[in-house]
């Protein structure tokens, strides 16, 4: 009994890889990459089919988005992978890095605001506009980002922790189900009037769409996402050692 039970032992055992990795480089300037364009994309306010349907209080159609929806979900993609081969205190530095590349993007384009614009330049007040809505939607950006990278690397790594390598798609689904929902709602609730999103019944249904997308995405290409993360446990020395 004695030996059986230490001859599994080792399937139980937690494994991360070094990030001193030029894998997690490349993964580390994709994720900061992916904040910096989902948070300008974002200051444009989308809207998908016509009509006037509501539940209520609750608007139903149309349905309203924001640009950053097409990339942002890859944000959390590349958090699950480094948070399950690289552990949290590389998801850590990965969040912390890219809020700081963020802030340092719109802080250029603050500065490029107020330069002199040149006389043949006839775009002085769009990029003022896109700009001050920008610092809504980077200060919601920014805290929900935090709030949810955070929650999604914890969660994954706490699962991981009772688990160890078996039931990854359940750690990729069930931390980005907590940590979109958090990001989702503390974004919308800043950002929403930054966009135009004025009426309850309007900010429920910014809410519902992000968050159902968001987790839809993740789902469809969960089946890549853990291709990825077995391919890089493969070939990372350190995971395994």
């Known amino acids: 009994m004695t030996s059986s039970a230490t001859a599994a032992q080792p399937d139980r055992e937690i494994h991360y890889a070094s990030r001193g990795s030029s894998y997690f480089d490349v993964i580390l300037a994709l994720f900061c990459v ?5 948070n300008i994309a974002a200051t444009k306010g989308t809207q998908f089919f016509s009509g006037d349907l509501t539940l209520g209080p609750i608007t139903i159609l149309p349905i309203y988005s924001d640009g950053g929806a097409i990339l942002f979900p890859l944000a959390y993609i590349l958090g699950d992978v480094i948070s399950e ?4 205190r590389a998801a850590r530095r990965a969040i912390l890095v890219g809020f700081g590349t963020a802030l340092l993007a719109f802080a250029t384009f603050l500065i490029a ?3 002199p614009a040149a006389s043949f330049y006839e775009n002085q007040e769009a990029f003022e506009s896109v700009v001050w809505s920008g610092v809504r939607i980077v200060a919601a950006s920014m ?3 935090l709030t949810g990278q955070f929650l999604n690397s914890y969660v994954l790594v706490r699962m991981k922790a009772r688990s160890s390598e078996p039931g990854l798609w359940r750690r990729l689904i069930g931390s980005t189900g907590v940590g979109e929902a958090a990001d989702t709602f503390i974004f919308c609730a800043i950002a929403a009037g930054a966009i135009g999103i ?5 900010f429920v249904n910014y809410f519902v769409v992000g968050f159902v997308f968001k987790v839809a995405v993740e789902i469809v290409v969960s089946p890549a996402t853990m291709l990825v993360i077995g391919w890089l446990k493969s070939r990372e020395p350190s995971y395994w050692a």
């Open 85 to 88: 081969v690289y552990g949290f």
């Open 34 to 38: 992916v904040l910096v364009v989902s």
């Open 113 to 115: 605001m107020k330069l």
């Open 143 to 145: 805290i929900a980002y």
């Open 198 to 202: 004025t009426e309850p019944g309007q």
